[in-house]
């Protein structure tokens, strides 16, 4: 049963940081590209950051020397480091294992007050 679960979500205020995890199991980790994307209330589920087997990253423009990804295949867990956070960064995370298919986590709640 593969299973990806989120946690570091909340309530954080603009320029705060928070760290969210997701933590795999039923998958070999270390072979899968990870990513972490943001659904914002009314709006289209868009990618936020990736990072492959080999730990290339990637980021969308607007999180670009904000967030940090990384992955540590021996926990079989990928984090997403959020510095100096926005009110716009505010919806929900979620986190996606792809391989051969892809899964997806439950998706964790993330609100930047202003």
């Known amino acids: 049963q593969v299973q990806l679960v989120e946690s570091g979500g909340g309530l954080v205020q603009a320029g705060g940081s928070l760290r969210l995890s997701c933590a795999a199991s039923g998958i070999i980790f270390s072979n899968y590209l990870m990513g972490w994307y943001r659904q914002a209330p009314g709006k289209q589920r868009q990618l936020v950051a990736s990072i492959t087997d080999g730990s290339r990253t990637n980021y969308a423009d607007s999180v670009k020397g904000r967030f940090t990804i990384s992955r540590d295949n021996a926990k079989n867990t990928v984090y997403l480091q959020m510095n100096s956070l926005k009110p716009e960064d505010t919806g929900v995370y979620y986190c996606?294992?792809?391989?051969?298919?892809?899964?997806w986590g439950q998706g964790t709640q993330v609100t930047v007050s202003s």
């Open positions: 996606r294992a792809t391989f051969r298919s892809n899964y």
